[in-house]
C-alpha cells in the first residue's frame, strides 16, 4: 500500500524567514496531494493541494511543488508569521477518496 | 464546503465500556466515510472505509469486532469502540470527499478526544 514519508519532524524559524516541508511517497499511482494544518485538538484544515497534472501550485504565501518521477512533494511557506504555527501533514491520495497522511512537522516561528 | 458533525468531541468512559462516535453530514449525502484514529503527537492513521449499506473495510491491524463500524444512512456513519481501555484513548476523526469528485478535498468532523480511565 501507499507509504508518505515527511521531513522535518519539528521545525523553527524566524519570523519573516522561509519554511520548507519535504514528503515522499510511494505509489506511483497517487495522483492527489494535499497540504493540512492542524492546531491542538482541532481538525485538519486544508491549506494548498495539488494534482498530478500540475507541477507547482502557488496561493499567497503557500506554494507546493511536485515532482512525479521522484515522487516527492513540497510545502514551501514563505515570509511566516507567528499564526501559522502548528503541525502540518501532507497526504497522498490515489483514485480511492482515502489518504495516507505523513508523519506530521511541528512548525513553530519565532517571533 | 461540506460540513460533517461529529459528536460527542470528548467523553471520558471507564474501561471495559463501550462508546459510540457519529458522523453526521449536514448538507449533503455521504456514500462514504473514513474514520482515523491519532495518538498524541502522532499521525492521522487511517481504521477503516465506511461504505452506506455494506459491510466496512479495515485496514490491516485494526481489530473489525472491537471498533465497530456502522453506516445505516446516507447522512450517519457511527464508529463503536467496544470493551474500551486505556490503550484506546485517542482522538479519533472522521472524513468524507464531500462532492464525491475523485481526488479532491476531504471534509473532516471536529474529531472526539476518548479518554478511557
Known amino acids: 500500500g501507499e507509504n508518505v514519508e515527511q521531513h522535518p519532524s519539528t521545525l523553527s524559524v524566524q519570523e519573516g524567514d522561509s519554511a520548507v516541508i519535504k514528503c515522499t511517497y510511494s505509489?506511483?499511482?497517487?495522483?492527489?496531494f494535499p497540504w493540512y494544518k492542524q492546531e491542538l485538538g482541532k481538525r485538519p484544515q486544508l491549506i494548498i493541494d495539488i494534482r498530478s497534472n500540475v507541477g507547482e501550485k502557488k496561493d499567497q504565501r503557500i506554494a507546493v511543488t511536485l515532482n512525479k518521477t521522484a515522487k516527492h512533494f513540497s510545502l514551501h511557506i514563505t515570509e511566516t508569521q507567528p499564526e501559522d504555527s502548528a503541525v502540518y501533514f501532507c497526504a497522498a491520495s490515489g483514485g480511492t477518496y482515502k489518504y495516507i497522511f505523513g508523519t506530521g512537522t511541528r512548525l513553530k516561528v519565532l517571533a | 464546503g461540506a460540513v460533517v458533525s461529529q459528536h460527542p468531541s470528548r467523553v471520558i468512559c471507564k474501561s471495559g465500556t463501550s462508546v459510540k462516535i457519529e458522523c453526521r453530514s449536514l448538507d449533503f449525502q455521504a456514500t462514504t466515510m473514513f474514520w482515523y484514529r491519532q495518538f498524541p503527537k502522532q499521525s492521522l492513521m487511517l481504521m477503516a472505509t465506511s461504505n452506506e449499506g455494506s459491510k466496512a473495510t479495515y485496514e490491516q491491524g485494526v481489530e473489525k469486532d472491537k471498533f465497530l463500524i456502522n453506516h445505516a444512512s446516507l447522512t450517519l456513519s457511527t464508529l463503536t469502540v467496544t470493551s474500551a481501555h486505556p490503550e484506546d484513548s485517542s482522538f479519533y476523526i472522521c472524513?468524507?470527499?464531500?462532492?464525491?469528485?475523485?481526488?479532491?478535498?476531504?471534509?473532516f468532523g471536529q474529531g472526539t478526544r476518548l479518554t478511557v480511565v
Open positions: 472524513s468524507t470527499p464531500g462532492t464525491g469528485t475523485l481526488n479532491t478535498e476531504a471534509f
Open positions: 505509489d506511483s499511482a497517487s495522483n492527489y
